[in-house]
């Protein structure tokens, strides 16, 4: 069992969005209304990865507003559009990247966590390019990358993320490149592999190992905070996953 409170790292954990029709059945309760969705979810986990902002831009009034629906303490995680990361050369993002950051994403505030930029899964490593990438982003906020093809398995990569204080991303239990390296002072993962059965969507052991891993990161005193989220898979039963991990906790 983790002790969160004997060190100064705190832990996050959550899934991936809010709004997921079949998480109607799993998840929610039957009498509450989708307008208090996000609000139920922040109270079960301690963080969420928005994902609409993948698909476009936010408006300044809707980051408030999940910002007042929540916790205190309770963080989000932001991942970036993909009309910013998902083109062939990340040196032109420049314009994106400031009309995504200006698009009221600091409404909110102190629970804006990392920004999570996923690649798409053709990009491969290109040094020169991934480095102009990385200046674009804002020494201010904290930053992750998702990186989804093997050429990135690459200690040139590893050395600009640490160069530039990015995150690189875990992919656990998925066919993408599962990097395990600090190259920022927080965590990122993701894990995808939830199965409809059991309900907890991964069996006893392999929470036990997950839990243990976060115990193992927690003890690095370079990490300030871990963000840990279960993604994908089964996603009816993503929600049942991260609760039992916030249990072992």
Request: charged share 25%; net charge positive; proline share 6%.
């Amino acid at each position: 069992m983790l002790n969160v409170a004997r060190r100064s790292t705190r832990v996050y954990v959550g899934v991936g969005g809010w709004s997921y029709e079949r998480w109607r059945e799993e998840f929610y309760p039957e009498d509450l209304t989708r307008k208090r969705e996000l609000e139920y979810a922040s109270r079960k986990f301690t963080s969420i990865e928005i994902n609409s902002t993948f698909h476009g831009l936010q408006k300044p009034a809707t980051f408030a507003r999940w910002r007042e629906a929540t916790p205190a303490n309770f963080v989000f995680a932001v991942k970036a559009p993909r009309f910013v990361t998902n083109r062939r050369l990340l040196a032109s993002a420049g314009e994106a990247i400031e009309r995504f950051l200006g698009s009221g994403l600091l409404e909110l505030k102190d629970k804006l966590g990392p920004i999570n930029w996923q690649l798409a899964p053709g990009k491969q490593f290109d040094a020169d390019d991934i480095e102009a990438f990385f200046r674009y982003l804002p020494k201010s906020l904290r930053h992750a990358i998702e990186v989804r093809h093997p050429s990135f398995n690459d200690p040139r990569f590893i050395a600009l993320a640490r160069k530039h204080s990015v995150a690189i991303v875990l992919a656990g239990d998925s066919d993408y490149p599962s990097i395990d390296v600090r190259t920022a002072p927080f965590i990122y993962a993701r894990i995808m592999g939830t199965k409809k059965s059991p309900r907890t969507g991964y069996a006893k052991p392999a929470l036990d190992a997950w839990a243990s891993r976060i115990g193992r990161w927690r003890a690095d005193e370079s990490v300030r905070d871990i963000f840990f989220y279960v993604i994908s898979g089964f996603k009816a039963h993503n929600p049942a996953a991260a609760m039992a991990l916030l249990e072992r906790m």
